[in-house]
């Protein structure tokens, strides 16, 4: 019975991790989101992501991602990398991706620019089976008597190179993005002669300014600005659709809520709305700060504790430029 449990979230754990990790706060760290955003503020960025799944059960998984870009003003251009890593609790399941981005500016109207990127990375993904009891450790009595001999036991990894592309149109308030990930749908198959593409991630997102504030008045409707938000995912059988708002006052402090929907049922069981997020974050002399937490509507087996989030990044170039301006006035 053990045996089979197992094996039961081995599966389970295999079929979450053949689609793209969703970061609940896609929107306030848009680099997860979109390669274009390489370089778009002009300046040098580092941050990360720590994000905690399902941590009151079994099927417990972290996900850490970082990254650090800059922009080359010679060349209207960003350049940047970003590191993904996955580990799930009870498969001691790993994935690791390392991703060199490059991202292009053009100017299209006034305020408006248009900004082509591409992703070249690196991945590998493997299985350790220790926590497994296999066939060849269980006696005809039923008990076990020793370790695996099955190769398997000591772990199976496999290595993969990925290919990717997005475009951005953004202005000083608002964007629209397209993603496509995975566009040589790399072979992740763990066993040899096996042929399993990843399929080809889909997402067109965007962030829209919504003027609601502008004809009030009082300083907190003066330093107000209210974005819908909106990210439609397709992968493979898999589909999704967040749509909410969040609030910024003074550009300091973000509130926000998302929902998401699940627009293309694959079974009539399926429920429309499958989880909320909420999300808060904070500026601060270059700092950025985020917390999500995201809750499961539906009743999943096993999934307990819901999803936790944790961001930080920090503008090396925004620093500078506020030491600048104290030493000027100084001066």
């Known amino acids: 019975m053990k045996k089979i449990i197992y094996i039961t979230f081995l599966f389970v754990g295999a079929l979450a991790y053949s689609q793209d990790v969703i970061f609940s706060q896609n929107f306030l760290v848009p680099e997860t989101l979109n390669s274009s955003f390489t370089g778009a503020l002009r300046s040098f960025k580092a941050g990360g992501i720590f994000r905690s799944q399902n941590r009151n059960s079994v099927l417990k998984t972290t996900t850490k991602y970082a990254f650090a870009d800059t922009y080359f003003e010679g060349f209207k251009a960003g350049i940047g990398v970003s590191l993904l890593q996955q580990s799930e609790n009870i498969t001691s399941y790993t994935f690791n991706q390392a991703n060199l ?22 991945g590998t993904k493997s299985f350790g089976f220790g926590g497994l009891v296999l066939g060849d450790q269980i006696s005809l009595n039923e008990q076990i008597i020793g370790p695996s001999i099955d190769p398997l036991a000591a772990g199976v990894q496999k290595s993969f190179f990925d290919f990717s592309s997005s475009i951005l149109f953004n202005n000083q308030e608002s964007w629209v993005g397209l993603t496509l990930r995975h566009m040589n749908n790399p072979n992740i198959a763990l066993t040899r002669g096996v042929d399993a593409p990843l399929d080809v991630f889909f997402s067109i997102h965007s962030k829209y300014f919504l003027p609601v504030f502008e004809k009030s008045k009082g300083t907190i409707a003066e330093n107000s600005k209210f974005f819908l938000l909106s990210n439609f995912m397709l992968q493979g059988n898999y589909s999704r659709f967040d749509l909410g708002g969040q609030y910024v006052f003074n550009n300091k402090i973000s509130l926000g809520i998302t ?36 809750f499961n509507t539906t009743e999943l087996q096993g999934i307990i504790g819901g999803i936790h989030e944790i961001s930080l990044s920090y503008n090396f170039d925004l620093t500078i430029k506020v030491f600048e301006k104290l030493f000027n006035k100084r001066l």
């Open 101 to 122: 981005n490059y991202a292009m500016e053009f100017r299209i109207s006034y305020d408006w620019y248009f900004r082509p990127s591409i992703s070249i990375g690196l």
């Open 259 to 294: 929902a998401a929907t699940i627009p293309l049922k694959t079974e009539a069981s399926d429920s429309l709305l499958s989880s909320i997020s909420t999300f808060v974050g904070a500026k601060h002399e270059g700092f950025t700060y985020g917390y999500s937490y995201e």
